[in-house]
């Protein structure tokens, strides 16, 4: 079975930056794709980044120049950094994979962006 665990939040301040980490149980090259995404209270999971198989990377906008995606295959590890966080990007934020027709997601990180 596989599993993702998220692991990287926490409060920061506007202005700051924080790494999320997800292992995952098996290589990320057996994946299509992974992605982060994240939800707020009251409002749907949203997209953050994707990166796909090949390495191709996507962003969501209101993320663009800000966030980075990354992975460590050796590891088993998806990564995003995030920098010039704002209050707007507190959520829960969660790994997710993709594996032809399966879909799998971790548990979820908070991270809370506040003075």
């Known amino acids: 079975q596989v599993q993702l665990v998220e692991s990287g939040g926490g409060l920061v301040q506007p202005g700051g930056s924080l790494r999320l980490s997800c292992a995952s149980s098996?290589?990320?090259?057996?994946?299509?794709?992974m992605a982060w995404y994240r939800q707020a209270p009251g409002k749907e999971r949203d997209l953050v980044a994707k990166?796909?198989?090949?390495?191709?990377?996507s962003y969501a906008d209101p993320v663009k120049g800000r966030f980075t995606i990354s992975r460590d295959a050796a590891k088993k590890m998806l990564y995003l950094r995030m920098n010039e966080l704002k209050p707007e990007d507190t959520a829960v934020y969660y790994c997710?994979?993709?594996?032809?027709?399966?879909?799998?997601w971790g548990q979820g990180t908070q991270v809370t962006v506040a003075s």
């Open positions: 990166v796909n198989v090949g390495g191709t990377t």
């Open positions: 098996l290589s990320i090259f057996e994946f299509n794709s």
């Open positions: 997710n994979s993709k594996m032809l027709r399966y879909v799998y």
